[in-house]
């Protein structure tokens, strides 16, 4: 989910470099990528919230988790929920 999470933010970038101003379509195009990106957001929102539900029901701390996945994965899920750790 974070790769294809990835790709659309890079294809919304590149469509909104290479066709600013452009027609209704490309617009539309762009609406388009944005909402798949929210809605992934959404997705990985959930998840992220189901696991963290699980390592406080084992007991186990939000330190844990982050040792357990990693700084770099930790921080990407940060960002998607809006904040920075």
């Known amino acids: 989910m974070l790769m294809e999470r990835h790709d659309l933010r890079m294809e919304l970038m590149t469509r909104?470099?290479?066709?600013?101003g452009?027609?209704?379509q490309?617009?539309?195009?762009?609406?388009d990528l944005e909402r798949k990106i929210e809605a992934l957001d959404a997705e990985i929102?959930?998840?992220q919230s189901h696991v963290r539900r699980h390592f406080k029901a084992e007991g186990r701390s939000l330190n844990e988790l982050k040792s357990?996945?990693?700084?770099d994965l930790m921080r990407e899920l940060s960002s998607i929920r809006g904040k920075v750790s």
């Not at 909104?16 to 600013?20: E, F, L, M």
Request: hydrophobic share 35%; no cysteine; proline share 0%.
């Open 16 to 20: 909104t470099g290479v066709h600013s």
């Open 22 to 24: 452009e027609s209704l």
């Open 26 to 31: 490309n617009d539309l195009a762009t609406v």
């Open 45 to 47: 929102r959930s998840h």
């Open 68 to 71: 357990f996945i990693g700084d």
